[in-house]
């Protein structure tokens, strides 16, 4: 299906500690995710891929968990820092296609 | 080079004005995309090219009229648009088959007065 953004959900947290960003998507027959963060007044930047063959991915301070029973998608953020400030999409792959979801914003507290 | 340039990146058109977008990528990419963006919600697909030759068209009015003219140029020509066609319009670009990262562009904030 098709995202329907009405609101942004804002996910606050203190400089240094660990973020949580979640994500639901809806085809099961998806095989690849990304996880993309938008800075005000610019594109979406790649942060970290997953295919649907795994669970778990790691990159430098990201990592993304990719539960398929329940269609749940997180990207996990280690000290979490200001520039991180932005809001974050995940967004899957099907077939030609990839289609977001409708996105969390993350305000970081120094 | 990583980069998806888009021109211009600010555009106000009248109702009845004619205008275009441009896109450009010299990854290699033959998959290039069109994405309109509201403010607070996430990009919608527009239209999705394969080997410049247009693939998926998201049921857009024809008022918005895409163009690849090589495989590192995209364009999308805009007319008689209306006040609610205005938000940031998104290229992309990625390998084809999907499966791989897609690239975007700045954006180009589109005003429609």
């Known amino acids: 299906g098709e995202s329907v953004g009405l609101h942004l959900p804002t996910l606050s947290v203190q400089e240094g500690d660990n973020s949580i960003i979640n994500c639901a998507y809806s085809?099961?027959?998806?095989?690849?995710f990304i996880w993309y963060k938008q800075e005000s007044g610019k594109g979406p930047q790649f942060i970290i891929d997953i295919r649907s063959n795994m669970d778990k991915r790691q990159g430098q301070r990201v990592t993304v968990l990719l539960n398929k029973t329940v269609k749940h998608l997180s990207l996990q953020i280690a000290a979490t820092q200001p520039g991180d400030s932005a809001v974050y999409f995940c967004?899957?792959?099907?077939?030609?296609?990839?289609?977001f979801g409708s996105g969390t914003r993350l305000l970081v507290r120094p | 080079d990583t980069e998806v340039t888009q021109t211009p990146k600010h555009l106000v058109m009248g109702m009845t004005n004619k205008k275009s977008l441009k896109c450009e990528q010299h990854m290699g990419h033959r998959a290039m995309y069109w994405y309109k963006q509201k403010a607070k919600k996430p990009p919608e697909l527009m239209f999705v090219?394969?080997?410049?030759?247009?693939?998926i068209n998201e049921s857009v009015p024809s008022r918005f009229s895409p163009e690849c003219p090589n495989s590192s140029l995209l364009n999308l020509h805009l007319h008689a648009l209306q006040p609610e066609d205005s938000a940031l319009y998104l290229c992309a670009s990625s390998q084809i088959g999907g499966g791989t990262e897609a690239f975007f562009g700045q954006g180009t904030r589109l005003t429609v007065v």
């Open positions: 085809n099961s027959a998806s095989d690849y």
């Open positions: 090219y394969s080997y410049e030759k247009l693939s």
């Open positions: 967004a899957e792959n099907m077939i030609e296609k990839l289609i």
